[in-house]
């Protein structure tokens, strides 16, 4: 079905509609909440209550972005509210870091570099996936965050570093 008459039809709360909507977009949605919770289960939470305010707030979809974009946007702050009233703060603190040797043998493949950026601490962890696999600006970061500029660079900077330390072989 083409997005637009999607769109119409999950607006005029057309069940098989919104089960499509929600098979469109429910694994890409449920990748990038995993990613910010780092727990399978609050994902799914996040998951049913981001396709419930889709749903719910369909009818304000005024096609500025595209639907995938929008739906992004609701899922990144429901897991960042499931996350504040969960109480699993998000930690800014160098300290937090894991310094424990990996058994991982540093290989450059996927899994291992996903590993990797779930191993960083929460607020390196949220910054960097927001920022370089999403697409958000820090400015953008700032504000769902409620911290500054300079507070999301800085996290960027220390998740990189971390990444490069996790990533790169040890030279002795």
Known sequence: MEEQKLIA????NDRLAQQLLYNRYANAMFTISYRITK????AADVLQEAFVRVFHYIYTFRGESTLGAWIKTIVVRSALAILKK???ELSFDISEVDESPTNLHFLHDIDYIEKAILSLPSGYRTVFLLIEVEGYTHQDVADLLGVSVGTSKSQLFYAKKRL??????KIE
Request: with cysteine; net charge positive; aromatic share 0%.
């Open 9 to 12: 039809a999950c607006k005029a």
């Open 39 to 42: 727990d399978k289960e609050l």
């Open 86 to 88: 969960e109480k699993k």
């Open 164 to 169: 490069r330390e996790l990533i790169s072989p």
